[in-house]
């Protein structure tokens, strides 16, 4: 009986590590990577629906430790994760959703272009955040029709621009298709862990 309670207990932990651990980033070495490793993750559930549309928490992390590119900042990002878009607004970002501008359409090598259908790009002018230096998080709230998130392998899409210090782009505009990975809320990895847990004392009590 105590060998059946670990091992429940051991399967508990291993659901809540995975409820964290279940993104796929691509990078470093792919190919407008420069170093970088980018990740696209979404809780799951829409944060708001409407009777057409549904509201998704979209978040971009990248970890800029290993870039190799040649500038100094990073000062644009755009997401796609539906062909087209309704609405859209930054949830959070380094330094402030204050720091950056954000417009609906995809990103080129002078920033943001506003067109190009499903993008949304956050801009922040010259300053941006400072690369090589650790791992960085755009959020955005993204309204869509119901029913149009793209969930399949590398159908979303992300990009990225490194700049010097006089701000002009430097190297490769990042440019790549990517999975948009479901990371489980927390409260589900809990309730799978406490209801392993449940189960594995109801057991021992029937032992």
Request: glycine share 16%.
């Amino acid at each position: 009986m105590r060998t059946f309670v670990v091992s429940l207990l051991a399967m508990a932990a291993l659901g809540l590590a995975g409820g964290s651990a279940s993104a796929d980033p691509i990078g470093p070495s792919c190919g407008t990577c420069q170093g970088s490793i980018y990740t696209l993750e979404y809780g799951g559930t829409p944060i708001s629906t409407t009777g057409t549309t549904e509201t998704f928490r979209i978040t971009l992390t990248i970890d800029t430790s290993g870039y190799n590119g040649g500038g100094t900042k990073l000062n644009a990002v755009a997401v796609k994760v539906s062909s087209m878009l309704v609405s859209m607004s930054l949830f959070d970002a380094p330094g402030g959703v204050g720091a950056w501008n954000t417009w609906m359409g995809g990103l080129n090598a002078t920033g943001c272009s506003g067109s190009g259908s499903g993008f949304d790009c956050a801009y922040a002018g010259n300053t941006g955040v400072t690369v090589p230096n650790g791992t960085y998080s755009w959020v955005f709230d993204l309204e869509m029709n119901t029913g149009a998130l793209f969930t399949t392998a590398n159908s979303s899409s992300i990009k990225a621009r490194y700049i010097d210090a006089s701000g002009e782009k430097v190297g490769a505009l990042v440019s790549e298709n990517i999975t948009l990975q479901l990371i489980p809320e927390p409260t589900s990895a809990a309730l799978l862990g406490g209801g392993l847990l449940a189960l594995a004392i109801t057991r021992r009590h029937r032992g």
